[in-house]
């Protein structure tokens, strides 16, 4: 079976890529980067519920990965998105919050600062300030005019990251509302794949292999409880043994090791 995951621009999920392939080789994992530009873009969260027109396959061994119907069709199984996103027919995880960017000219007057505060950049901007354009070149698009002095651009660090360029550059906004980024699955998964969504959710936030859900627990709360209950009877029953011999040395009279016979 194919594991398949969709993501927006600006996310990298190759980390979670790798620690799947070590922690499950039989199972092919196929990335479907979307083209989505615009915030708030993934609301309708389309890839969940049709097949995608083109993918990208990506597997722990891809050369040697066969072909198969699975891997060729169907909608994606997980969507790493921006929120918001529907919130009807599908679970949202939020993984992290993305730090907010104003992107201007290499020469503008903000890149003399750290950070620049969002009133203060309103003041200055006005309605200079764009957004990226909901077409698949719309955020390169929107950069393009900051380079040629048109305005700016508020954006969240990683896409400024993605669509960088030596005329621009970027400084953190305070006030600025951040993004989150979430995963987001249907709640109407058959059951095989809902099972491994839910191994892939493990990975994303930080589950162990012990702590899999497949791996399974080889040590039960039950035999974790009896074994603290041995130590225990273990350590009153020194205890006691302790307390039996300081008695028993009372009872030998001083300056001799053994008590007098009878006469």
Excluded: C
């Amino acid at each position: 079976m194919v594991l398949r995951v969709a993501f927006v621009p600006g996310v990298t999920p190759s980390k979670w890529v790798r620690i799947w392939g070590e922690r499950f080789p039989g199972e092919r994992l196929e990335l479907l980067p979307l083209d989505t530009v615009a915030l708030g873009s993934t609301d309708d969260l389309a890839v969940l519920f049709e097949a995608p027109g083109a993918r990208a396959a990506v597997s722990p061994d891809d050369d040697a990965a066969p072909a198969d119907d699975d891997a060729a069709s169907g909608p994606a199984d997980v969507v790493i998105a921006r929120l918001p996103v529907r919130t009807e027919g599908v679970h949202a995880i939020p993984l992290y919050e993305e730090l907010p960017v104003v992107v201007v000219p290499a020469d503008h007057e903000v890149t003399a600062v750290d950070e620049i505060a969002l009133d203060e950049l309103e003041a200055m901007l006005g309605e200079r300030m764009h957004a990226p354009a909901a077409t698949p070149t719309g955020g390169p698009d929107a950069i393009a005019l900051v380079a040629a002095g048109v305005g700016a651009v508020l954006l969240p660090k990683s896409l400024a990251r993605l669509w960088a360029r030596k005329d621009v550059d970027s400084r953190p906004v305070t006030g600025a509302p951040s993004t989150t980024v979430a995963l987001v699955w249907r709640t109407d998964l058959p059951a095989e794949r809902a099972a491994l969504v839910e191994e892939f959710v493990g990975v994303v936030r930080g589950r162990t292999a012990n702590t899999s859900r497949a791996a399974g627990s080889t040590e039960p709360p039950v035999k974790q409880k009896a074994t603290a209950k041995a130590k225990a009877r273990a350590a009153e029953a020194r205890a006691a043994e302790a307390k039996a011999k300081a008695s028993r040395k009372k009872t030998v009279a001083p300056g001799r090791t053994r008590p007098r016979r009878a006469r």
